[in-house]
DNA sequence: CATCTGATGGTCT
DNA sequence: GACCATCAGATGA
């Protein structure tokens, strides 16, 4: 259980009224901060590059757009909590959960920039370009070795294994990508980029 | 570069 | 039984 020192007293954790806010535009701030992910062996460190709102109802892309069920109830609870659930049988896809309770929201993580713990992220991905390591969203959950463990943890615990931390104050470019594979009436899809950063996972 | 397809399992109808 | 908030590999240009 031992932490890491710099980590826990340098960054600070946006709390849950960050969270409790609007879902596109807790989106867009999420963009230039960290995910923390610790590990009995290691602390890997990643800046958010890529995000996508959902909403609740009225948004046909959104898990809750059909209203509340055993697999979506967290998106109606409390905000600032992880939203992890797998897709496609195959990738585990990582949320944030967003507006007041009883409201739907989320913001899935659909990049990151690798900062440090960059060793840890490639043994448990191993990939020959960096650039290729978290440029996804099925592929950030499995370096990072997130799952189905941990859906509902509190991203604002800085004492906890996966949170959100503010490292900079630097204000980022955002790019709102345009609509892409949006095929059945899924068109409220919103995406959000840091604007030139290379490793978004699509153009 | 673009486009296509199989993998794979939980969730919902 | 249909539907996926995806990815890697293959194929063709």
């Known amino acids: 259980m031992s932490r890491n020192n710099l980590i826990e007293k340098s960054y600070i954790s946006p709390p849950v009224d960050f969270y409790e806010r609007q879902t596109d535009v807790v989106a867009k701030e999420l963009l230039g901060k960290a995910i923390i992910r610790r590990t009995s062996s290691a602390v890997m460190l990643a800046r958010?590059?890529?995000?996508?709102?959902?909403?609740?109802?009225?948004?046909?892309?959104?898990?809750a757009c059909r209203g509340i069920t055993p697999r979506n109830a967290i998106m109606f609870g409390r905000a600032g909590k992880a939203y992890v659930y797998l897709n496609y049988g195959v990738h585990y896809l990582l949320n944030m959960v967003t507006e007041r309770e009883g409201y739907a929201g989320a913001v899935l993580i659909r990049a990151l920039e690798p900062l440090s713990g960059t060793e840890e992220m490639l043994k448990n991905r191993p990939v020959k370009?960096?650039?290729?390591?978290?440029n996804g969203p099925g592929k950030l959950t499995k370096a990072l070795n997130i799952d189905l463990r941990d859906n509902?943890?509190?991203?604002?615990?800085?004492?906890?294994?996966?949170?959100?931390?503010?490292?900079?104050?630097?204000?980022?470019?955002?790019?709102?990508?345009?609509?892409?594979?949006?095929s059945n009436g899924k068109d409220m899809l919103l995406r959000f980029s840091i604007k030139g950063n290379e490793f978004v996972s699509r153009k």
Request: net charge negative; glycine share 10%.
């Open 48 to 63: 958010i590059v890529e995000v996508e709102a959902y909403f609740g109802e009225g948004d046909p892309a959104s898990h």
């Open 129 to 134: 370009s960096i650039v290729e390591l978290t």
């Open 152 to 182: 509902g943890v509190d991203v604002t615990d800085r004492e906890g294994d996966l949170f959100v931390a503010d490292i900079s104050r630097e204000k980022f470019a955002i790019d709102v990508s345009p609509r892409i594979g949006i």
